[in-house]
């Protein structure tokens, strides 16, 4: 059976495969720019780690994507191979297809990507929370009875503990300088987050925010 020919043309008599290589900088001249083998290489490894960035991104947003249907049947696909080396040829041949995208959609697929590393408000929200409950049991007697009391399910024992040794900690640094916080800080701050996370902590954030204004003023 004869072999399907290649998609292409011809150029003073050599034949150019479209989406080579030579194709790509073919157009680049006829757009009028010059462009370095140092910054094709610089472009073509940019465009290969975003195709594979591709893999990692969530379903809905991937489905929203103007990309080619060769470009989504090869994540797709990658997706399912496990094989090293068979793995690492789709990876290559997405790397092909993405330089075969327009710039609109490569603009796109950056969004998304970002868009997905962007932390949520409600997640920003629930850090910054956990960082007032730390801060303020750290400083307040009242604060850690009271967080024990609507927190049942904390290992009291533990967070006394802890809080007990991050305010020796912060006594213990020079005067005049600022405390270096200890492994006990830390460790509050991780009970605290997980407590809040399993009730739901935005139930206190404003409790909390609106008390170290209060502090504050």
């Known amino acids: ?23 790509q900088e073919l157009k680049r ?3 009028g720019t010059d462009v370095s083998k140092t910054d094709l290489k610089r472009e073509s490894a940019e465009l290969q780690a975003l195709g594979e960035a591709l893999l990692k991104l969530r379903a809905a947003a991937f489905n929203d994507l103007p990309i080619s249907d060769k470009l989504r049947e090869a994540i797709v696909e990658a997706k ?28 796109a697929i950056r969004a998304a990507l970002a868009e997905q590393d962007r932390p949520s408000a409600e997640a920003t929200l629930a850090l910054h929370e956990a960082e ?11 604060a850690l009875g009271g967080w024990i009391e609507t927190h049942p399910a904390t ?13 020796k ?4 640094g020079p005067p005049g ?13 991780q009970v605290v987050r997980a407590q809040l996370a399993a009730h739901g902590g935005s139930d206190h954030a404003e409790e909390a925010a609106e008390q170290s204004r209060e502090e504050d003023a």
């Not at 007032?132 to 007697?141: S, Y």
Request: no cysteine.
């Open 132 to 142: 007032l409950w730390r801060d303020r049991l750290i400083v307040d007697d009242d």
């Open 1 to 23: 059976m004869p072999r399907k020919p290649k998609k292409g043309y011809f150029v003073r008599g050599h034949f150019v495969a479209e989406g080579s290589e030579l194709d």
């Open 80 to 107: 399912r191979i496990t094989n090293f080396e068979g793995k690492r040829r789709q990876m290559q041949f997405i790397g092909k297809q993405m330089r075969l995208q327009e710039p609109e959609t490569l603009d």
């Open 169 to 172: 900690d912060l006594k213990a």
């Open 177 to 189: 300088e600022a405390p270096r916080q200890g492994r006990a800080y830390r460790e509050i701050f």
């Open 155 to 167: 290992d009291a024992q533990q967070l006394r503990a802890l809080v007990r040794q991050a305010r």
């Open 29 to 31: 001249e006829l757009k």
